[in-house]
């Protein structure tokens, strides 16, 4: 665990593959390998219009943040949830949602994901499963 602030600049930030994922690049914001944090990461979604992720549950607490455009969060039992700029949702360990960028426009997303004990932080910023 770092002793020290650590700044990590987006050009720094790696893009990864997002399992179950579609039209949508992911950046990793803030992890253990980037900056030491252990006890959560932070992700960086852009959706592009019709882009999202499928019905997945995830081990993970997970928070989206909308930074612009909006996203909408379905839940399993078909519940919407539309997110505009600074809205916020939060989804348990083991509650299934889906996301879709329903607008005309790209959307920017920041994904605070704590890991359970023993699942480390190769998770993906939206699922919580694969390489997000």
């Given at each position: 665990?770092?002793?020290?602030?650590?700044?990590?600049?987006?050009?720094?930030?790696?893009?990864?593959?997002?399992?179950?994922?579609?039209?949508?690049?992911?950046?990793?914001?803030?992890?253990?390998?980037?900056?030491?944090?252990?006890?959560?990461?932070?992700?960086?979604?852009?959706?592009?219009?019709?882009?999202?992720?499928?019905?997945?549950?995830?081990s993970?607490?997970?928070?989206?943040?909308?930074?612009s455009?909006t996203?909408?969060?379905?839940?399993?039992?078909?519940?919407?949830?539309?997110?505009?700029?600074?809205?916020?949702?939060?989804?348990?360990?083991?509650?299934?949602?889906?996301?879709?960028?329903?607008?005309?426009?790209?959307a920017?997303?920041?994904?605070?994901?704590?890991?359970?004990?023993?699942?480390?932080?190769?998770?993906?910023?939206?699922?919580?499963q694969?390489?997000?």
């Open positions: 665990m770092p002793d020290k602030i650590v700044k990590v600049s987006f050009s720094d930030a790696p893009q990864y593959e997002a399992a179950k994922h579609f039209g949508v690049a992911t950046f990793r914001l803030q992890h253990k390998d980037l900056s030491g944090v252990r006890s959560f990461w932070v992700g960086l979604s852009y959706f592009l219009p019709n882009g999202g992720a499928e019905m997945e549950s995830s993970a607490e997970r928070v989206y943040v909308v930074i455009g996203v909408t969060v379905t839940s399993e039992d078909g519940k919407e949830y539309t997110l505009g700029p600074m809205d916020s949702i939060y989804i348990p360990p083991g509650v299934k949602r889906s996301i879709l960028n329903k607008g005309k426009e790209p920017a997303m920041l994904v605070i994901v704590s890991p359970n004990q023993g699942q480390g932080q190769s998770q993906g910023a939206g699922a919580g694969g390489s997000k």
